[in-house]
Every structure is written in C-alpha cells, then in structure tokens.
C-alpha cells in the first residue's frame, strides 16, 4: 500500500486526479470506477481541467460508478446519476454510453442488481476504483455488518448514514432509505484502487480501516488486503494514522 499525505484538500484533488489520469494516459480504454460525495468534488475538477488543457482525453474510457440510491431519478439532483453528470460526465469527452451508474428506478430490484454485475463483468472488470470513506467506515455503500457482502445488492442505509447524507436533502424524511451498490467482492477485484479521505473528521476512520484489525464491521479495513491500494489524505484525515508509525510519503 502507497500512503501520501498532502498539505491540504487542494493537493489531495491534484494527487488523485494525477493517479487517475496516468492510469487513462498509459491505458486510454481503462475502465474507471468511480465514486460520488463530497471527497472527490475537486478530484473531478481537476481531472475537467486537464480535459480542457487538452492534456487528457476519455473518448475510450468506459465507468462504472459504486453506487445509487433506490427510487430516485438520473434527474434528480440529489441522484449519483446527476452528480456524474455535472461533476464530471458533461464536462469531457467520456461516451454517454460507455457510463454506469446503477438504475435507481429499477422496478426489480435483483434483476438490476443482476444486470449490474454483467455489466462490470462484461468490461472485464475495474482498472482503477475510486472510493472515499463512509465515517463508519463504509465504502460503496457496504455498510458495517457481520459479513462482507459480495456483489451488487441492495442495502438498507444505516441511521449514521442517512444523518451524514441529510445535508444534501431539504429534510432527514426526504433522504433514500435504500440503495444499489457494489459489493466488497467486485471492489475487491479492481486491478488498483485509489482511496480518498479529508479532514479532522475522517482521521479515526482513516486510522481505524488501514491499522485496525480486518472485520467486516470497518468494511474498508478489507482494502488492507488488497496488493494495490493507494491511500491519499490531507494531513487532517491522517493525523491519527501517522501516529501508528506507518510508512507515509509526504507531498
Ligand atoms: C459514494 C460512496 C460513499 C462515499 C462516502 C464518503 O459513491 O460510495 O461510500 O464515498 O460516504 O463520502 P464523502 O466523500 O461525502 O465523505
């Protein structure tokens, strides 16, 4: 595992888009996975405006996003459709086509979850995985639990969760209560993921998923067993970690 810490968020976007982008550079058919919240908001901006340098082009990169919440529209601006699409999607020259974002108004719920991983699967799987970092250590939508889960499925949201996600609804009633992700197996089977974390409020998790013990109830501890993980954290996020003496590469 490769840990940077970089001096603030800024940094933290520029040190992510640049993974990614070398990953499209030295493979310009790659598959991204890609993730949404707040984390990756200036990775996406930066990987726009290296489109716009015209140093990076995504006219042969296909995606496949982690997740979607159940029941709402790729209009809705609360959707991880419209989040896609306004963050990064309508700013570049990716294929409308060659996106993936889980169909948060699937009438059936396991048929889509099915078509889902023939998706991914048909791509041959992920070469890099974006993901941030759930406060209870989810990723995708993997919540804690006493097993890890495999595939897409549907979940319901944890309280945490559904309190950490208001802040993006008009009131706690109106946040989803159920959504479409990968599992922790098809995480797992991504040739290289990237991690991404900020500030003071993700240093005990940040601590917790990469020192702490492997269990399914910190579901991003798994990525320690992952041969190609790189973890990047502003120095607010790995404040903690870095007191266990890890090896940290400082920007
Ligand atoms: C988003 C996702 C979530 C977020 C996590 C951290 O697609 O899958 O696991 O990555 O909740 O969110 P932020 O970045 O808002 O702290």
């Known amino acids: 595992m490769r840990i940077y810490e970089t001096k603030d968020y800024d940094s933290l976007s520029r040190k992510a888009a640049n993974i990614i982008a070398a990953k499209v550079i030295s493979n310009p058919e790659c598959v991204l996975g890609l993730a949404t919240g707040s984390t990756p908001i200036g990775t996406y901006k930066r990987l726009v405006?290296?489109?716009?340098?015209?140093?990076?082009?995504?006219?042969?990169?296909?995606?496949?996003?982690?997740?979607?919440?159940?029941s709402l529209s790729p209009e809705h601006d609360q959707s991880y459709r419209y989040f896609m699409q306004t963050n990064l999607f309508n700013?570049?020259?990716?294929?409308?086509?060659?996106?993936?974002?889980?169909?948060?108004?699937?009438?059936?719920?396991?048929?889509?979850c099915k078509r889902y991983n023939d998706v991914i699967k048909s791509m041959g799987g992920?070469?890099?995985?974006?993901?941030?970092?759930?406060?209870?250590?989810?990723?995708?939508?993997?919540?804690?639990a006493d097993y890890f889960p495999l595939d897409t499925h549907l979940v319901d949201l944890t309280e945490s969760t559904i309190?950490?996600?208001?802040?993006?609804?008009?009131?706690?009633?109106?946040?989803?209560?159920?959504?479409?992700?990968?599992?922790?197996?098809?995480?797992?089977?991504?040739?290289s993921i990237l991690v991404?974390?900020?500030?003071?409020?993700?240093?005990?998790?940040?601590?917790?998923?990469?020192?702490?013990p492997v269990t399914?109830?910190?579901?991003?501890?798994?990525?320690?067993?992952?041969?190609?993980?790189?973890?990047?954290?502003?120095?607010?996020?790995?404040?903690?970690?870095?007191?266990?003496?890890?090896?940290?590469?400082s920007l």
């Open 49 to 70: 405006e290296m489109y716009n340098d015209g140093d990076l082009s995504f006219k042969n990169v296909k995606s496949v996003n982690l997740d979607e919440y159940k």
């Open 91 to 112: 700013h570049v020259d990716i294929k409308p086509e060659n996106t993936n974002v889980p169909n948060g108004l699937a009438e059936n719920a396991e048929e889509e």
């Open 126 to 144: 992920v070469d890099i995985q974006l993901l941030g970092l759930g406060h209870n250590g989810h990723i995708g939508f993997n919540e804690p």
């Open 163 to 191: 309190k950490a996600n208001k802040r993006f609804f008009a009131s706690e009633d109106e946040v989803p209560r159920q959504a479409f992700t990968m599992g922790i197996r098809t995480i797992m089977q991504a040739k």
């Open 196 to 212: 991404i974390a900020s500030g003071k409020d993700k240093a005990e998790i940040v601590c917790k998923a990469f020192s702490g």
């Open 216 to 249: 399914p109830n910190v579901p991003a501890s798994i990525l320690q067993l992952h041969p190609d993980v790189t973890l990047v954290c502003d120095k607010e996020a790995m404040s903690l970690l870095k007191e266990t003496g890890v090896e940290i590469i």
